[in-house]
Structure formats: structure tokens, C-alpha cells
T-cell receptor, first 115, second 115 residues
Framework: KQEVTQIPAALSVPEGENLVLNCSFT??????LQWFRQDPGKGLTSLLL?????REQTSGRLNASLDKSSGRSTLYIAASQPGDSATYLC??????????????FGTGTLLAVQP | EAGVVQSPRYKIIEKKQPVAFWCNPI?????LYWYRQNLGQGPELLIR????????DSQLPKDRFSAERLKGVDSTLKIQPAELGDSAVYLC?????????????FGQGTRLTVV
């Protein structure tokens, strides 16, 4: 059974710092991995999608890496801003077809960027 | 282009009452998901549709939950009767199927409170 873990559960940093959020998964047979952002009381906003054949993806100040063999992904946020404060969720897409076609989520990292 | 639209945003009902949630996916997306997110947890899949067919409803509590996706576009998720433990955020997501890029897009969610 695929399990997704995110460390740390919560993180508080001063504005301007670079930071790394970690995601690990137990079954390396994944199709892709997706990072989401969730603001309080809101839905999920897709940040980055990494296909299983890729090692990283970049969007603005965000960079996500994927190491399938070790079952790990990291989300790097450069020059953090108070507006980055939110919960960050990673999710693995197990496969295509049947009961494996679904996202399995971690419990998220609650990020607070202090001005 | 409009994203995934859900309504209502919030719903408060007494236990044993029925409730329904509505979702309009992104135009052209054949795959539609309903997820449930409990407080402090990541979302968990309830049901997945490919067009109008429910291809994975293994996590749906069928004694009280039902869903439909008529004509393979909009979808409705119903709970009857609701229990206190059903209080959660219900998220709808959609993605295009048959492609390598299976990025999922989520709606704003419906926050259900059962009192």
C-alpha cells in the first residue's frame, strides 16, 4: 500500500529565506508526482507536476525534484514571501487504469513566512 | 478558461438530513474525481469517473453516499442521511485522460458541517 509522508508538519521562516519541503513515498512505481498549495478554507492549487521520467520541474521561485529510486521529492522555495504562507501537499499518481488511477496525498506541511 | 466549479461553498445541516454537492469540471476533461478531506489530513478518493462511468467507487460508503455524472460532464455527490462524522471538505477534481500529462485540477471545495 502506497504511503506518502511529508516532513516537517509545520515550518516557520523569516521572509527572504530559501526553504525545502520534503515528501517521501513507499512505492516507487508511480506515474507522476504533483505538488499543491492549499490556502485556509480553499481548494488545492496545482504548483508543479513531475512525470516519472523527469527529475525536476521549475516554475518561478519554485523547483521540485523527484528521485523515484529513493522514493523522495523535494519542493524548493527561493526567497520566501509572506504570501507563500499556506499548506503544501504532495501527491503521487500511482498508475493508469483500474483502482490505481488516483492521487495519494501526504498530510501536508504548514508553512508560515514571517514578515 | 474556467476552472473546476463546485457549489455550494459551505453547508451546515443537522444529522440525519440529506445533502448534495455539485461539480462542473474543466471543459473537455473526461476524468472526474470526488475526494474528501478531513481536518489536518490530505484528501482521500471517494469515487472516480471516466466519462459517465464510475470506474472506482471502492472508497465510497455506499450505504449513505451516492454519486452520478449524467452525460459525462457535471457530477453530483449526495449523502443521505448525514452523520456527524461526515463533516469534512468535499473536493472535486478533473483531469484529461488518455494523455501522459495527468495533472489534476481541483475546485474550491464544499465545507460540510453536520451538527
Amino acid at each position: 500500500k502506497q504511503e506518502v509522508t511529508q516532513i516537517p508538519a509545520a515550518l516557520s521562516v523569516p521572509e527572504g529565506e530559501n526553504l525545502v519541503l520534503n515528501c517521501s513515498f513507499t512505492d516507487s512505481a508511480i506515474y507522476n508526482l504533483q505538488w499543491f498549495r492549499q490556502d485556509p478554507g480553499k481548494g488545492l492549487t496545482s504548483l508543479l507536476l513531475i512525470q516519472s521520467s523527469q527529475r525536476e520541474q521549475t516554475s518561478g521561485r519554485l523547483n521540485a525534484s523527484l528521485d523515484k529510486s529513493s522514493g523522495r521529492s523535494t519542493l524548493y522555495i527561493a526567497a520566501s514571501q509572506p504570501g507563500d504562507s499556506a499548506t503544501y501537499l504532495c501527491a503521487v499518481f500511482r498508475g493508469y487504469g483500474g483502482a490505481t488511477n488516483k492521487l495519494i496525498f501526504g498530510t501536508g506541511t504548514l508553512l508560515a513566512v514571517q514578515p | 478558461e474556467a476552472g473546476v466549479v463546485q457549489s455550494p461553498r459551505y453547508k451546515i445541516i443537522e444529522k440525519k438530513q440529506p445533502v448534495a454537492f455539485w461539480c462542473n469540471p474543466i471543459s473537455g476533461h473526461n476524468t472526474l474525481y470526488w475526494y474528501r478531506q478531513n481536518l489536518g489530513q490530505g484528501p482521500e478518493l471517494l469515487i472516480r469517473y471516466e466519462n459517465e462511468e464510475a470506474v472506482d467507487d471502492s472508497q465510497l460508503p455506499k450505504d449513505r453516499f451516492s454519486a452520478e455524472r449524467l452525460k459525462g460532464v457535471d457530477s453530483t455527490l449526495k449523502i443521505q442521511p448525514a452523520e456527524l462524522g461526515d463533516s469534512a471538505v468535499y473536493l472535486c477534481a478533473s483531469s484529461s485522460s488518455g494523455h501522459q500529462n495527468t495533472e489534476a485540477f481541483f475546485g474550491q471545495g464544499t465545507r460540510l458541517t453536520v451538527v
